[in-house]
């Protein structure tokens, strides 16, 4: 039997190895071990147990003298003692004997400069398909040449850890050793966890090779190739917004950015699928067919139809898929020097500009702040909108210093003169809690303000300043009405009063200068001068 080299690894006598099996090969191993079954439209669904979402109290390091300096500890990048950390590979190893193994050999990186060769080890035939169309797929020839993969991942669902024994926090562990460059995953089903890991790892080894990796989406213009990002947290329109009619989706999560421009990381897309339709979101609806991993979706047992409205098992329902699923997507995901970077946030309390232009300092403020709002019901004991922060808008991920990334993000907007713009695509004229989902800020026009940006309206727009939030609203925006692009002229058209907009306005100032003061205490002054100021 071909074991193809795992037996370095310490995975001695499997009961079989199966290599870069195709799809419809995975899904009838799925089908046969149940894994799993098939919807109407030919996709595998699985459900994921206990965990259906990542699990950060639960992600370590391998802290070795190498790395050590590099690293950003804390309550994100968590130490793990090497002795621990072999010790658990040596028992996962163990559990893989006399099971089934599947081996998918693919690659990170869509710019051949930067390609890293990743090596994911499953004992899920339904893991090792989702991984399958989410890393880039090698052609014939590349698999044959494929010699040492440059990282190897193992992941074993059904292994739990015993805490006490193994000096984790459960029954699971997500562990990256970048010095071994291995990557051990056990007690969790959840199969972004394995996408997460290849980002967590790229994100430290691109830094080296002076490529700054990002946790956005990118989408560019079909003839010109000029190309925009989109950076924000769930829930702030990342994927929606780059999956744009008129121009080639790159991607829609992880990518780096060259000398040359962006490429991306991945060969697929993992989206979100709770109240999924095909009126809103078409080109993930029509992207759930034969070769689609969905997790935790509940489904009619008779007629296999989705229910995508419930939430049931998770809100955070979930579908792996290729990225040619996407009629307009760009193969190879290569684009050229970002022209325009758009943070996203969803503010709940509704005083951030649906819009604003941001100067160079500002935009390694935001970048390093990432806002966005928690509205209430997302979480149990959630009644008012919450603030969230996270570094980079990819906080878990990124095993280094922000400074780092924020450092290598405004070197770039400098030399390439790249416009950054801040999009609000929450609330306006109040707050979440008071105006409910009909005041959230209608798509159109934020599409209208977005496509202002990247057809160069607003770089000839003009501006009034936010002395609280400390940038630049455009008076005027093609497709959309005036009176919405001002927080405040919106809050005084809803019968409120200024006193009632400035008070909420300096309570969200206040929130970001706290955040920024706790997390950030050694920023340049230019940076932190640049972020908003309450009253």
Partial sequence: METYGIEKLGIIAPKAVYRNLTPAQ???????????SLSNTGALVVTTGKYTGRSPKDKFIVDTPTIHDEIAWGKVNVPISREKFDAIRGKVAAYLQNREVFIFDGMAGADPKYTKKFRVINELASQNMFIHQLLIRPTAEELANYGEPDYTIICAPGFKCDPAVDGVNSEAAIM??????????????????????????MNYVMTKENVLPMHCSANMDPETHETAVFFGLSGTGKTTLSADPNRKLIGDDEHGWSEDGIFNFEGGCYAKCINLSAEHEPDIYNAIKFGSLVENVVMDPETREFDFDDGSLT???????????????????????????????????????????????????????????????????VTEPQPTFSTLFGEPFMPMDPSVYANMLGEKIAKYGTSV???NTG?????????GKEGRMKLKYTRAMVTAALNGELEKAEYEHSDIFNVDMPKAVTGCPS???????????????EADYTAAANELAKMFEDNFAKKYPNMPANIVNAGPKAK
């Avoid at 009176?483 to 009063?497: D, H, R, Y």
């Fill in 315 to 381: 809100e955070n329902t979930r579908v792996g898929y290729p990225v040619d699923y996407i009629n307009n997507a760009a193969i190879p995901g290569v684009g050229g020097v970002p022209k325009v970077v758009i943070f996203l946030t969803a503010d709940a309390f509704g005083v951030l500009p649906p819009i604003s232009k941001l100067s160079p300092d500002a935009a390694m403020y935001h970048f390093v702040t990432g806002f966005t709002s928690k509205l209430a019901g997302t979480e149990r004991g």
């Fill in 421 to 423: 713009y801040l999009v």
């Fill in 26 to 36: 995975l899904t009838e191993a799925a089908l046969r071990r149940g894994e799993g």
């Fill in 483 to 497: 009176e919405i692009l001002n927080p405040l002229t919106s809050w005084v058209a809803n019968g409120k009063t």
């Fill in 427 to 435: 609330w306006a004229g109040g707050s979440a809690k008071e105006l």
């Fill in 176 to 201: 990256i050793d970048y010095e071994a460059h291995l990557i051990v995953i056990a007690g969790s089903q959840y199969a972004g966890e394995i996408k997460k890991s290849v980002f967590s790892t």
